[in-house]
């Protein structure tokens, strides 16, 4: 007589495990988008800038500013291609691994990029004789500001603008780059390169 097997219970319904993967992809896109981008900053400059003896003039939230769509795109795009939420913890839960996270995945953008759109719709011209009045939501949200305020200097750039760049257009340039990454990582698009660079030798 065979042993019976164990056999674990699937998920109900896809909605059971696609909406918690959805939740966590996104928080990996904010993720990115809020902390990880601006710790590589902080590290480069705590780290790599005085052992390379690399003179600059540029402080870090300057220069984090200054390539905010570089140091936003390469950690998300990177997330999304090794798809990190395989190594989440199994304290996720069981119904959410019994889903395929191709398709939460592959919408990780729309979060970031509705609330950039809702915010867009609500902006209006800053009447303020400093920062102008004739500026366009597109320029405001995309023509990233290459100075942040300080406390010695608190308009050098428009305070409420970075603000919305840092926390409104940097998670949709992850969220993008984030499912970008798992479409590349999908194809197999660095292994057929690798492959591909392999045979040309």
């Known amino acids: 007589m065979e042993a019976p097997s164990i056999a674990f219970p699937e998920a109900k319904a896809p909605w059971f495990g696609v909406i918690p993967a959805f939740a966590l992809h996104t928080a990996i896109v904010y993720t990115c988008a809020l902390r990880i981008s601006g710790y590589l900053v902080g590290r480069w400059f ?3 800038v005085p052992v390379l003896h690399i003179s600059t003039d540029v402080l870090g939230p300057d220069w984090y500013l200054q390539h905010l769509e570089l140091v936003t795109i390469v950690p998300a795009l990177a997330a999304g291609y090794i798809n990190v939420v395989r190594f989440a913890p199994a304290i996720v839960g069981r119904p959410i691994w019994d889903v395929r996270f191709d398709s939460a995945i592959n919408w990780a953008w729309s979060i970031p990029t509705l609330i950039l759109l809702y915010r867009m719709s609500q902006y209006h011209a800053p009447s ?10 597109i320029k405001y949200f995309f023509d990233i500001q290459k100075t942040a305020p300080t406390w010695a200097n608190p308009f050098a750039s428009d305070p409420v603008r970075v603000v919305a760049q840092m926390f409104v257009t940097a998670p949709f340039y ?3 780059a984030y499912s970008a990454g798992a479409l590349l990582s999908k194809h197999e698009v660095l292994t057929k390169l690798v492959t591909f660079e392999k045979h040309e030798e």
């Open 46 to 48: 705590a780290w790599f």
């Open 128 to 137: 303020s004789v400093l920062f102008g009045s004739s500026m366009t939501a």
């Open 174 to 176: 992850a969220g993008v």
